[in-house]
């Protein structure tokens, strides 16, 4: 069975969804190879006769159209991987891009495609209301062998409260209030932001959500982590005791999924998340407080966190949990089979 995977280059979406996956398909299963091609430009001289299945995620750029056209001419399948809603939210930075372009593009792939993996029952639920084509859901899975899982945890004499995330998350980090501003100040304690580029203005924004005021003055236990690639932004983990993950309840962000718990648990991290989904799928996840977004009600589960993850171990529960219920070789196992289905065209 030959693959051929369409990847963004230096894309986070791309390397859960597809790099790490299909990477351990191939070393898992010998009869298995599978090549990456991440120049745009170049997709539309590939010989797709020379495979059995081409995975992408989302859309494939300007070529989108071209490139189906060029597929359904050839023996290859279309396997479409989508982890994201498409109507955005027009505070998204890709808000234009989308309603111009992507949307359509995508909902047009989704009719083409043979098969279409996703990240949730909900959006896979969603996705049906616009194509027939089958679809499965596979979760977002960590490959825990990889080195940015695996850095040794930072040592510190204060608790610190991490968070990572991109620039699409201000309206997320609004709803922690001066919960996390209260909480340092009186137990000493400092918040790290992962994903960090002082460059750009919106991350001005961004920590005035969490410190009140301006860059200039950052008070001292405020701190940032520079962002990295998404082969490497794991490591950001092990300088944090607690890890949270805000999020706005909204229709969009209700098709997201739970991959910032699955991050927290590959360092054996607590994690403290807003009460909606995708999060409430995580509400059995003994490793993971579920509250309510009020200020008063993050602040409340940060001190209750601070005891929690002495006594309790919570860290160690959510690191079980993920492992049981997001264990990258079962859903291999899963992706193998999927994919000599889709090749065997018995899916139904």
């Not at 825990?144 to 309206?171: C, T, Y």
């Not at 209700?254 to 994690?271: D, G, M, R, V, W």
């Not at 966190?305 to 529960?317: C, D, E, L, R, Y």
């Amino acid at each position: 069975m030959k693959i051929i995977l369409l990847m963004d280059k230096g894309g986070g979406v791309s390397f859960h969804r597809l790099f790490t996956p299909f990477a351990d398909l191939q070393t898992t299963y010998p009869n298995v190879t599978v090549d990456v091609s991440q120049e745009r430009d170049e997709w539309i001289d590939i010989d797709f006769e020379k495979y059995d299945v081409c995975v992408f995620s989302r859309w494939m750029g300007n070529y989108h159209y071209n490139l189906i056209e060029k597929l359904k001419l050839s023996n290859c399948k279309i396997w479409v991987d989508n982890d994201d809603y498409w109507v955005l939210p027009k505070w998204n930075p890709a808000y234009k891009a989308y309603k111009k372009l992507i949307k359509n593009a995508l909902l047009d792939a989704f009719q083409f495609a043979d098969i279409i993996t996703t990240t949730t029952q909900k959006l896979a639920d969603e996705i049906r209301t616009v194509t027939n084509t089958p679809i499965f859901v596979i979760p977002n899975c960590l490959d825990l062998k990889q080195s940015q899982w695996n850095i040794p945890k930072v040592k510190s004499n204060k608790l610190r409260i991490g968070w990572v995330g991109g620039s699409s998350h201000e309206e997320d980090l609004k709803v922690l209030g001066n919960s996390i501003k209260r909480f340092c100040e009186e137990y000493d304690a400092e918040f790290y932001m992962g994903g960090h580029m002082i460059e750009y203005g919106v991350w001005h924004d961004m920590e005035k959500c969490i410190t009140g005021t301006t860059v200039d003055k950052r008070p001292d236990w405020f701190k940032t982590i520079r962002a990295s690639s998404p082969d490497a932004y794991g490591s950001m983990y092990a300088q944090f005791d607690i890890a949270i993950a805000p999020l706005q309840e909204s229709r969009f962000n209700s098709f997201k999924s739970e991959l910032k718990i699955i991050e927290a648990a590959a360092y054996n991290l607590p994690i403290i998340c807003s009460n909606v989904h995708p999060y409430k799928l995580h509400q059995y996840n003994a490793g993971c407080i579920l509250t309510t977004n009020n200020e008063e009600s993050w602040y409340l589960d940060l001190v209750g966190m601070k005891i929690f993850t002495q006594t309790f171990q919570m860290g160690s529960k959510n690191a079980e949990y993920c492992n049981e219920n997001y264990n990258l070789k079962e859903f291999t196992k899963y992706r193998y089979e999927l994919l000599c289905n889709l090749i065997t065209n018995d899916l139904n």
